[in-house]
């Protein structure tokens, strides 16, 4: 399998990251990252959120989080602990077809083979001497490099908002010897209920407050263990949520004879790659004339560069890219019951107003009362190496999160 991240990129990145000394902690107490999927910049507004309110207002917030194209889960999970965008750790979809191997990625691959084109925090801190856990968070369960985080738990969707958070304070509440440093926290439940009411519906309100309560009994279990003081919290989410309803949906079938491709990717962003003989021109100006204006068509060479979505081979060779509410299906697998059970969903352009991630961060390392426009998701990896105190790898992003967040 090829080696994803481009070698030019990322020499480049190390050269920029050895010319950029992360500050120091400004605290010893542990640093947690928590990721609540789905929640959109504006559900802190919209939605019954007062933990969440109260520790934004008296922290760090960002506006708005861009996530990574696609802004989808994997890909975006990886580039907030990476600082590398899909197209250099690797993670370029949900799933995705490698065609050096002839093998296709899914959310249930943990094989170290997949993971290796980035280092996340937890190995960065694990290779500099600091503990790590993971409670939940893709990629976490795979080694990497020959190393795996000091604790983790294998991904379970069923298990409650509250037993997550009792599993993590457990970890929390060891000795200091043993006690981890670096902790990430996992909840999908508000992806889960956006997807299927859409992401103004009251099931995804009380998808909202259920992960409020959640994190009020860390911040209770914090304060009982005697590290409410000490502790830093990052909270981020992957993407945001928009609807799509059933009469914006573009069908492959009606821009192209799909027995010449292989379909790798649909939804807001389709991909084909063409099968051998198949004139690539010939078909991408053949799509081009049958497509709708709400629908783009590039080479995968041709995707614009604000996307960084044009190197690796398992990137389909022709992307499809709609815009907002519009969606790419084939025809086979799409059925109005189907859509009448998934109001909503994420993957469009980052740019895309609803696309827009949650980002907020409150302990005794951070400024307080600050607002801070967008901020692109590629620099949250440096700001938690900077909380802890390491080195980070190389990557995409640089410290001007970490120079606006902390107090120092």
């Not at 507004?45 to 194209?69: E, I, N, W």
């Not at 696609?70 to 999970?77: C, Q, V």
């Not at 958070?165 to 509440?173: E, P, Q, R, S, T």
């Not at 609803?354 to 390392?365: E, H, R, S, T």
């Amino acid at each position: 399998m090829k080696c994803f991240p481009a070698l030019l990129g990322l020499l480049l990145c190390g050269l920029l990251a050895a010319c950029s000394t992360p500050p120091p902690p400004a605290a010893s107490g542990p640093v947690i990252l928590i990721s609540i999927d789905g929640f959109r910049w504006d559900y802190l507004q919209r939605h019954d959120a007062p933990t969440l309110r109260a520790l934004a207002a008296g922290g760090v917030h960002a506006t708005r989080l861009s996530p990574s194209f696609p802004s989808k889960t994997f890909p975006n999970h990886y580039t907030l602990v990476t600082g590398l965008y899909p197209q250099n750790h690797g993670i370029v979809a949900n799933w995705f077809y490698d065609p050096a191997d002839n093998a296709k990625f899914d959310m249930s691959k943990t094989e170290a083979r997949w993971w290796q084109g980035g280092e996340p925090i937890w190995i960065t801190a694990e290779k500099q001497g600091v503990r790590s856990a993971c409670f939940f968070w893709p990629g976490s369960e795979s080694v990497n490099r020959g190393i795996r985080p000091t604790f983790f738990k294998h991904f379970d969707h069923k298990m409650p908002s509250a037993d997550r958070v009792d599993g993590l304070l457990a970890w929390l509440a060891l000795p200091a010897a043993q006690r981890p440093r670096l902790a990430t926290l996992y909840f999908d439940i508000v992806d889960t209920q956006g997807h299927t009411f859409g992401p103004l519906a009251p099931e995804t309100g009380a998808a909202v407050k259920e992960v409020d309560a959640a994190v009020a009994r860390l911040l209770a279990g914090l304060e009982r263990l005697g590290l409410r003081e000490t502790a830093n919290l990052v909270i981020v989410s992957d993407h945001g949520m928009s609807e799509c309803p059933p009469d914006k949906v573009v069908f492959f079938e009606d821009l192209m004879d799909i027995s010449q491709v292989r379909v790798e990717a649909n939804g807001p962003n389709g991909g084909v790659r063409p099968k051998p003989g198949v004139d690539v021109a010939a078909l991408v100006a053949h799509i081009r004339a049958k497509a709708p204006p709400a629908i783009k068509v590039y080479r995968r060479e041709d995707v614009p560069a604000r996307l960084h979505y044009s190197r690796g081979e398992s990137i389909p060779p022709i992307m499809l890219i709609a815009d907002d509410h519009w969606t790419i299906e084939e025809r086979s697998r799409w059925t109005p019951a189907w859509a009448a059970t998934s109001k909503a969903t994420h993957g469009w352009d980052p740019a895309t107003p609803n696309m827009g991630a949650l980002f907020l961060a409150n302990g005794p390392a951070f400024k307080q009362h600050v607002e801070l426009p967008d901020v692109a998701n590629i620099h949250v990896y440096d700001l938690l190496c900077a909380l802890l105190g390491v080195k980070p790898a190389p990557n995409d992003g640089d410290q001007r999160l970490a120079r606006a967040a902390l107090r120092r």
